[in-house]
């Protein structure tokens, strides 16, 4: 069983930047795959970014292509997403997921493990 803690949601402004961390109590996420999904008020679960176990490869979604950044450290303990230029449509609870193997998805059934979720506000 993985345990996923997410910190580092928060209120900001337009065009401001936040940075998720997502860690997991007790072990190392080195061998999982790892994503980053979030879901605002009366919408779906939609992927947001996501990173191999190796960190070799990443993916994003349109909207959030080329202003946030996955990645992992090296000890393999946290998994960031950097987030900049935020903008109001940005605002929605944000979920860090595992996924055992190398590959990353952007299903979210494809993930099996996931934390509780952080709010992230950006105001106009």
């Known amino acids: 069983q993985v345990q996923l803690v997410e910190s580092g949601g928060g209120l900001v402004q337009a065009g401001g930047s936040l940075r998720l961390s997502c860690g997991a109590s007790?072990?190392?996420?080195?061998?999982?795959?790892m994503g980053w999904f979030r879901q605002a008020p009366g919408k779906e679960r939609e992927f947001v970014a996501a990173?191999?176990?190796?960190?070799?490869?990443?993916g994003y979604s349109d909207p959030v292509k080329g202003r946030f950044t996955i990645s992992r450290d090296n000890a393999g303990k946290t998994v960031y997403l950097q987030m900049n230029s935020l903008k109001p449509e940005d605002t929605a609870v944000y979920y860090c997921a595992a996924r055992g193997g190398v590959s990353y998805s952007l299903r979210v059934d494809q993930y099996n493990y996931w934390g509780q979720g952080t709010q992230v506000t950006v105001s106009s």
């Open positions: 990173i191999s176990w190796s960190a070799a490869s990443t």
């Open positions: 007790g072990r190392t996420l080195s061998s999982y795959a």
